[in-house]
């Protein structure tokens, strides 16, 4: 399944201990947002870490799960680095 993981982390030690975390999953789209292909069992060792990295701060992780009928109707503005998971949406 594939999920777009974002985050607000104030501090930029723990920010890069957060991206460094999630780049061994997926792949970093902007700044603070990853696009990441994982199984259950994957993605349940994922949460459990960031709440691990997250949870005595006041910093914040949402987690959305994209289906494939959504994620080939998203809309890219600019280059993707990605070609194969770039479908632009017609609109």
């Known amino acids: 399944m594939r999920y ?3 985050y607000d982390i ?3 030690r723990r920010r ?7 780049q061994e999953y997926g792949r970093r789209v902007e700044k603070s947002l990853f696009e990441c292909n994982v ?3 994957d993605l ?11 949870e ?5 992780c949402h987690i959305y799960r994209v289906c494939g009928d ?6 890219v503005i600019g280059e993707d680095t ?3 998971w770039s479908k632009v949406l017609v609109l």
């Open 4 to 6: 777009v993981i974002a």
């Open 39 to 41: 199984n259950k069992a």
């Open 56 to 60: 005595k701060f006041d910093d914040c």
């Open 16 to 22: 890069q201990k957060v991206a460094a975390f999630l």
């Open 70 to 75: 959504c994620l080939h109707e998203r809309l």
């Open 10 to 12: 104030a501090n930029d």
């Open 82 to 84: 990605e070609k194969e």
């Open 44 to 54: 349940q060792m994922i949460v459990a870490r960031l709440q691990e990295l997250l």
